[in-house]
């Protein structure tokens, strides 16, 4: 079990009770139907700058990062197809389930044990890395930025995720999102070629 406390006192600070419409609205972000109309945006953006072989690109290249993101982070909480892969890596409640923490705010129980890397995070920004390379404008970069604070805040918000394990997802999601922007270029040069 891994017993780090550094991040609790933040954790406390950015976790409360903002009342029922704040954590509707959290819970909102947190989840997916919320953000398809982002997705389709930056579809059309590809669609714009690069046609129909920048978008069934983009799709390879979101479904590696993503998936790679997603994946490897199961691995250090031990959940998903790969949760035996390193079973003696340290693992870490998440704080709703942390008893230390006495005055945490909690939405839903309705999660997994073990928050040591968040999925979502590592997600999100792999998403964010990959598209703002690929779109290349500064406003699409910015607005990528405040999603994936806004998503990485609400897991704090919801007692998912401790600040510690919002910033080794982000780090995931900047490698992850680099990896599919490779498979990107990479899909791209053979059409190019083809």
Same mark, same amino acid.
């Given at each position: 079990m891994n017993n780090v406390t550094w991040d609790w006192e933040l954790f406390a600070f950015l976790n409360f009770d903002g009342g029922r419409v704040l954590d509707a609205t959290m819970s909102t972000? &947190? $989840?997916i139907k919320m953000w398809l109309p982002l997705y389709a945006l930056i579809i059309y @953006?590809?669609?714009r700058r690069y046609s129909w072989r920048g978008v069934i690109a983009l799709i390879v290249a979101m479904g590696i990062a993503i998936g790679m993101a997603d994946i490897v982070a199961g691995i250090f909480k031990h959940s998903g197809p790969l949760k035996h892969l390193c079973p003696e890596f +340290? %693992?870490? #409640?998440r704080p709703m389930f942390t008893q230390e923490l006495l005055d945490t705010h909690i939405v839903s129980t309705d999660h997994g044990s073990f928050g040591t890397v &968040? *999925? !979502? *995070? *590592?997600?999100i920004v792999s998403l964010a890395v990959l598209s703002s390379i690929i779109i290349h404008r500064r406003w699409f970069t910015w607005? @990528? %930025? $405040?999603? *994936?604070? #806004?998503i990485?805040? &609400?897991r704090i918000y919801l007692a998912c !995720?401790? +600040?510690q394990d919002i910033l080794i997802g982000t780090a995931l999601g900047i490698v992850s999102g680099l990896v599919g922007l490779m498979a990107f270029r990479l899909v791209m040069r053979q059409k190019r070629t083809a």
């Open positions: 972000i &947190s $989840g @953006m590809v669609w +340290p %693992v870490r #409640l &968040s *999925a !979502h *995070a *590592a997600t607005t @990528m %930025v $405040g999603v *994936a604070t #806004l990485c805040y &609400s !995720h401790f +600040p």
